[in-house]
Each structure stands twice: as C-alpha cells, then as structure tokens.
C-alpha cells in the first residue's frame, strides 16, 4: 500500500508464498558481503548469492559509469547460456525516466514476458480525472518495446533489483530465467535488504580506493 501522488491510496495485493524462515539466507548473504575485500570480488560473490537464493538462469551485475553508459560487471550462468560478461550498453539503453524509477521502485518482477495485461478500471482516477500514476506499483505492466526485447533473447522472466551508493543509482542486479518464475514478496524483501547491504559495503570498498589512490599520489609528488 501507499499514497497516490495526487491524493489517494493505492493497495496492490498478490498470492502469499509459502512460510519460509530467511533469517539463515540473510545472515549468510551479510557474511559474504561483508567479507569481499575488493569490488570485484564483491560483485562475483553476489552474483552467485543471489543466483543461488533465487534460482534464476542468469545474474548479472550492472554497473553504470559516470555518463551513464552501462557494463555487465559479473555474471553467474548456466554452463551452456551465452556469456553477457563485459559487454557493455550505452546510456540510451536505460533513459532518464527509466533511471528514476529505478530509484523510487527498487525491486522490479516480470514472473511470465508472455503475460496478458489487465485493464484497468476505472481507467481515470474519479478522485482526479486523470490516468492514474503507476509509478511505485509493483504490478504495473511492462513497456512493450522491453518485452519485445526480452522476447528476442528468448528469456521468459526476470528479476531487477536497484543497488544505491550515496542515494544515487549505481547500478542494478539483473536476474534472467528461461522459463516464467514467480518470485513471492517475501523472497524480494531479502533480495532488496541484501542490495542495500551491498549498496553500503561499495560506498565503503570505493571510498577505501579513492583514498588509497590519493595517498599513493601524495607520495608520489613528494619524492
């Protein structure tokens, strides 16, 4: 549930999954976060976490640079799947307002690309007269151009997750299955948790080497 921007409550409501106890998951997922000692080997790490607590085909992690543009920083696959690792995408790819949303809505499901939309009634807000603001609904549809892409790679659901340093978006978690897959919200809530663990632990490995470059510089212009 939460407040529409112009006035108004918007309540979504899904399935419930089944009881599970994540409290193990968490405590393992923080231990590896918190152990990684470089940013790659963070990002590798968390690649196979979080392929191994969802079950998706493919996890990628993708990081934008300083104009946007974005790169598969690592990948954890199935054997036989084509490698994304190191390629790189311009900022075009994802606009702004894309950007934006990711920021504001920070886990983002697509269980079934050949899904049916429902229609929404009544199509204007009678608080409004206007199109209602989807913009922090979980359930909202899917850009057709983004599902058609996805379609041309063949992969059948997907799994985003936003990772935030400085509360500015630094890149995103993207989980890719060949088959639809449901993943319930409880699941979701640790994937967003352990992001923003993550997010935390890249300001900190970042911050470290930005220091450790500057002290080296230091040195260096005194000798």
């Not at 983002?108 to 206007?130: C, F, I, K, N, Q």
Request: charged share 20%; with cysteine.
């Amino acid at each position: 549930m939460h407040r529409a921007p112009h006035g108004g409550l918007i309540v979504e409501l899904e399935n419930a999954g089944p009881p599970v106890d994540y409290t193990l998951a968490i405590q393992r997922g923080v231990d590896t976060i918190l152990s990684s000692s470089t940013l790659r080997a963070l990002c590798d790490a968390c690649a196979g976490m979080f392929r191994d607590l969802t079950g998706y085909d493919r996890v990628m992690i993708y990081r934008f640079d300083d104009e946007g543009h974005g790169e598969v920083f690592s990948e954890t696959k199935r054997p036989e799947l084509e490698a994304f690792l190191g390629n790189r995408y311009p900022a075009s790819d994802i606009p702004q307002i894309a950007r934006r949303l990711y920021e504001r809505n920070r886990v983002r499901l697509l269980a079934d690309v050949g899904y049916t939309p429902s229609v929404l009634e009544p199509r204007l807000s009678p608080l409004t007269g206007e199109e209602l603001d989807m913009s922090m609904c979980f359930l909202r549809s899917v850009s057709p151009i983004h599902l058609q892409y996805l379609k041309n790679m063949d992969v059948a659901a997907t799994l985003v997750v936003s990772l935030m340093v400085g509360g500015e978006l630094w890149g995103l978690i993207s989980c890719h299955h060949y088959a639809p897959r449901l993943i319930h919200f409880e699941m979701r809530a640790v994937c967003e948790l352990l992001a923003e663990v993550m997010g935390t632990r890249i300001a900190a490995l970042e911050s470290f080497a930005q220091g450790q470059a500057e002290l080296s510089y230091a040195v260096w212009s005194s000798a």
